[in-house]
C-alpha cells in the first residue's frame, strides 16, 4: 500500500468520532476513525483537508490545509453547477 499523505474528514458520527479517508496521490487508500477532539479545532467540518504523519499505523498527527479544502470545495460545487445544467437542458 502506498503511503497516504493527506486525509479528508468524511463525516462526523455522534459528534464524537470523525472518520477520516486517507490518499494517496488523491486517491482513498485506507480509513480511520478518531476522537474529534484530536482534529485541529478549524478542521472539525466535513471536507476538511489535512496532512498526515504515520509513524506505521499510529496517526500521529494532523495538521489542517484551509487552501486545500476550500479549493475542493470550489471544485465540487462547479462540478454540481455543471451536472445540474445538463439536467436542466433536458
Do not use: C, K, N, W
Not at 494517496?24 to 476538511?48: F, I, K, M, S
Amino acid at each position: 500500500m502506498t503511503e497516504p499523505d493527506t486525509a479528508v474528514l468524511d463525516r462526523i458520527v455522534d459528534g464524537e468520532t470523525a472518520v477520516l479517508l486517507l490518499e494517496a496521490d488523491g486517491t482513498v487508500v485506507d480509513e480511520r476513525t478518531l476522537a474529534v477532539e484530536r482534529l485541529p479545532e478549524e478542521g472539525r467540518h466535513e471536507g476538511a483537508v489535512f496532512d498526515v504523519d504515520l509513524e506505521g499505523e499510529t496517526l500521529r498527527e494532523l495538521t489542517y490545509r484551509s487552501s486545500e479544502t476550500q479549493d475542493r470545495r470550489q471544485a465540487m460545487q462547479e462540478r454540481f453547477e455543471r451536472l445540474s445544467e445538463r439536467f436542466d437542458d433536458e
